[in-house]
């Protein structure tokens, strides 16, 4: 009997584990981001999958969604100014990804956003003298959608602090035995016409 307890509480020890580490996971990338840790960043992050999807993700964030053909007719060709406007906004996006999406321009990145915030735009929201547990709860709060996809892969979709309307989707890959994000992904939620 105390074996069978001990083996019952040991698979549940291991199950709370299991489902807490891709979260801790974000969390940290979240506080090496905040503290410019690029060694862990690099370790945690696999870039070009990341580079790929969030380009992808941003150049429609930026241009709009490609609009349908209707069923039985030609996709209608964009005008002139809207080619000029696609071009320069996907070279825009292609610039930005390039020169932030590092483990070294992402701290970069956000120290400049964090600057605007707190001398220019005057929403200075400073999060950094917060204790840890304030900026957990924080944190949590924002998560809008997690689930595991299989046991090997899981998806959380968080807003952001300054925009409820932009999400960030992160997807997580078990890799041996740590959680690496794989894929990074940016959403407005659709607007209701009505």
């Known amino acids: 009997m105390k074996k069978l307890l001990i083996a019952t509480v040991t698979l549940a020890t291991l199950g709370v584990l299991y489902i807490a580490a891709p979260f801790v996971t974000v969390w940290s990338v979240r506080e090496a981001i905040r503290s410019g840790d690029s060694?862990?960043?690099?370790?945690?992050l696999e870039w070009p999958t990341i580079r790929t999807s969030l380009r992808e993700s941003m150049t429609e964030y930026a241009i709009g969604p490609t609009p349908a053909a209707m069923?039985?007719?030609?996709a209608a060709q964009p005008g002139f100014w809207q080619r000029v406007k696609n071009g320069l906004s996907?070279?825009?996006?292609?610039?930005?990804?390039?020169?932030?999406v590092t483990p070294e321009g992402l701290p970069q990145l956000f120290?400049?956003?964090q600057f605007y915030r707190e001398n220019i735009s005057a929403s200075a929201?400073?999060?950094?003298?917060?204790?840890?547990?304030?900026?957990?709860?924080g944190f949590w709060t924002r998560i809008k959608?997690?689930?595991?996809?299989?046991?090997t892969e899981f998806e959380v979709e968080i807003a952001d602090r300054n925009d409820p309307t932009r999400h960030y989707i992160g997807l997580l890959?078990?890799?041996?035995?740590?959680?690496?994000?794989?894929?990074?992904?940016l959403r407005t939620p659709p607007t209701n016409p009505a």
């Not at 929201?125 to 709860?137: I, Q, Y």
């Open 111 to 113: 120290g400049m956003r």
């Open 71 to 74: 069923p039985g007719q030609a």
């Open 39 to 44: 060694a862990y960043l690099d370790a945690t």
């Open 173 to 185: 890959k078990l890799r041996g035995l740590a959680w690496k994000v794989t894929e990074l992904r």
């Open 145 to 151: 959608r997690a689930e595991f996809h299989s046991p």
């Open 125 to 137: 929201a400073d999060t950094a003298s917060l204790p840890w547990h304030e900026r957990a709860r």
């Open 90 to 100: 996907r070279r825009a996006v292609d610039n930005l990804v390039d020169r932030y």
